[in-house]
T-cell receptor, first 111, second 111 residues
């Protein structure tokens, strides 16, 4: 079993829809949870960063962490075609250098 | 501009011919990492470095070497490349309190 599981998609939704992306994990030592966005032929860029359980909102993006269920989510409101990308979840424990990534979900927003 | 640079961006080589992919960051970050990205497997850490002269294996270190003689540089060395090392490689850097910044990627093909 992988430490971090993420549905690879692809996921295709119409413009303006609410998108929900999810990851599950098995290691209860994870404390830091991240979502990265990766456009085609580019390196990943950090979207959201949360510590421990709870919600964090940044514009149209909301990250949720439920440590009791070992489940994290990223919600995108009012989705735009420019949100079309691969979204990777990532997490780490107390070591800042050891980050485990999910396999990524490919998202397409239809105009 | 804060950035991580990698060279070359694209490389086609033959089995057994030693190669080096360079990585440099201008943010004075302590931590640097190398990842490979393969379809369905996401980003997997090859090696990481917590500071000058301090390196450690990630999840998939076999067939790779690294060195960290200066804080800004973290080259990835393939002494005898094989076709199963054909992949997209990313260098990344971070400080203890910052997000992780990724380079633009190096697409390597070994024939």
């Amino acid at each position: 079993q992988k430490e971090v599981e993420q549905d690879p998609g692809p996921l295709s939704v119409p413009e303006g829809a609410i998108v929900s992306l999810n990851c599950t994990y098995s290691n209860s030592a994870f404390q830091y949870f991240m979502w990265y966005r990766q456009y085609s032929r580019k390196g990943p860029e950090l979207l959201m960063y949360t510590y421990s359980s709870g919600n964090k909102e940044d514009g149209r993006f909301t990250a949720q962490v439920d440590k009791s269920s070992k489940y994290i989510s990223l919600f995108i409101r009012d989705s735009q075609p420019s949100d079309s990308a691969t979204y990777l979840c990532a997490m780490s424990g107390s070591s800042a250098s050891k980050i485990i990534f999910g396999s990524g979900t490919r998202l397409s927003i239809r105009p | 501009e804060a950035q991580v640079t990698q060279n070359p961006r694209y490389l086609i080589t033959v089995t057994g011919k030693k190669l080096t992919v360079t990585c440099s960051q201008n943010m004075n970050h302590e931590y640097m990492s190398w990842y490979r990205q393969d379809p369905g497997l996401g980003l997997r850490q090859i090696y990481y470095s917590m500071n000058v002269e301090v390196t450690d294996k990630g999840d998939v270190p076999e067939g790779y070497k690294v060195s960290r003689k200066e804080k800004r540089n973290f080259p990835l060395i393939l002494e005898s490349p094989s076709p199963n090392q054909t992949s997209l490689y990313f260098c990344a850097s971070k400080s203890r309190s910052s997000e992780q910044y990724f380079g633009p990627g190096t697409r390597l093909t070994v024939t």
